[in-house]
């Protein structure tokens, strides 16, 4: 797996939430984070009222506010095509050395 950035990690634990109330075990598992990244991203999404916590509970819920932010996410990323592989990107190293010859 590639590194995400953080932004893109963010994205990835509202989104697991975003239809109903989660453990944190069960977005850390669905999101593809470590303990410690879940713990640490979890709590800065409530603090930054993207998501929700019940203390009675103890599940996580995506706010309408986390709605928005993944909404605009997806449309910032759908701008952005990536660069597939590194090999595309020697692919096109190798034809620009060629058209230079």
């Given at each position: 797996m590639k590194n995400r950035t953080d932004i893109g990690i963010i994205a990835s634990i509202i989104r697991c939430a975003?239809?109903?109330w989660?453990?944190?075990t069960t977005i850390m598992n669905k999101a593809s984070v470590s303990h410690s990244q879940i713990t640490r991203?979890?709590?800065l999404a409530v603090k930054?009222?993207?998501m929700e916590y019940s203390k009675v509970t103890g599940l996580y819920k995506t706010t309408s506010m986390g709605v928005d932010f993944l909404d605009k996410h997806d449309k910032l990323a759908g701008l952005f095509p990536e660069v597939s592989e590194q090999s595309n990107y020697a692919t096109i190293q190798q034809h620009n050395s060629i058209s230079n010859m």
């Open positions: 975003a239809n109903k989660e453990y944190q991203y979890l709590r930054q009222g993207l």
